[in-house]
Each structure stands twice: as C-alpha cells, then as structure tokens.
C-alpha cells in the first residue's frame, strides 16, 4: 500500500530478472593486467616522473603514478605517441606497442605474470619437505 516498493516487484507478473536466461560466466582462473599505454609513458618522461635511460618496470611505473595495484602484471598498448626510446619490461604488450617502441628507438622485455596466488607457490615447497621428512 504506502511506502516504498519491493525492487523488481512487478505486480504480481514475472519479474524481468527471472524472464531472461542465463549468459555467460565468471571465469574465476582469469588473469587481470594492469593497462598502461605508450602516450601516457611519453607524458611522464617529459613531466619527469620516469627516467627514459633506466629500465621502466612495475616498480617505476608505481613511483610515476601510472600503476596503481599490479595485478599479475602490466600490459603495454600503443595509445598514444612514444618519442623517446625506452627499455621496458612489462608481462604483455601488444604488436603495436611493441612496433611503436622499437620505432621510437627502445626495447620491450617481455617476461611472465606473476602466480594469481602465492599460496599455489608454497605448496610445492610444503611436499617436498613431507617427502623428506618422510624418507628419514
């Protein structure tokens, strides 16, 4: 009667949410990159915030303010202009960014994501240690 109405109540009728099927999933073993694009590398080299002779790497896009959580890693696209040659070292990058640094005089350095979980690092080191105990 009076106050607020139940959300997605429709009067009886079926709600739209129970009309319409299913799509897709959650893929929950997805790995997320954090994105930084060659325009906004170019920005910070002339602000002065990253330093164009020194290896760039998660550490120093973090001092830049250009990563703000690594993820698993950092992936390289080509949006923006890249003037200065540079040595970077991302866990992905794209052709084209990968084209535009090379042109611009610089090096990609591709090298692997990190585990989504440290604890899938740990086990391993936990058998081998079961393994010993038990031989002795």
């Known amino acids: ?25 959650n893929n929950f073993n997805r790995t997320e990159f ?11 080299i002339e602000a002065g915030s990253l330093d164009a ?3 760039i790497n998660a ?6 303010g250009l990563v703000k ?8 696209l080509a949006k923006g202009d890249l003037k200065t040659g540079i040595t970077i070292e991302v866990c992905r990058a794209s052709a084209s960014a990968v084209k535009a640094v090379e042109k611009a005089g610089g090096k990609v350095t591709v090298t692997n994501p990190k585990v989504k979980a440290e604890a899938k690092a740990d086990k ?8 010993a ?4």
């Open 53 to 55: 002779k020194k290896t």
């Open 124 to 131: 391993p080191k936990k058998a081998k240690k079961k393994a």
């Open 69 to 76: 959580q690594d993820l698993t890693g950092i992936k390289l």
């Open 1 to 25: 009667r009076t106050g607020v109405a139940i959300k997605g109540f429709e009067g009886g009728q079926t709600p739209l949410h129970r009309r319409l099927p299913k799509r897709g999933f």
């Open 133 to 136: 105990e038990t031989e002795e």
């Open 34 to 44: 954090e994105v930084v694009n060659t325009g906004s590398i170019q920005k910070c």
């Open 59 to 64: 550490e120093a896009l973090a001092n830049a």
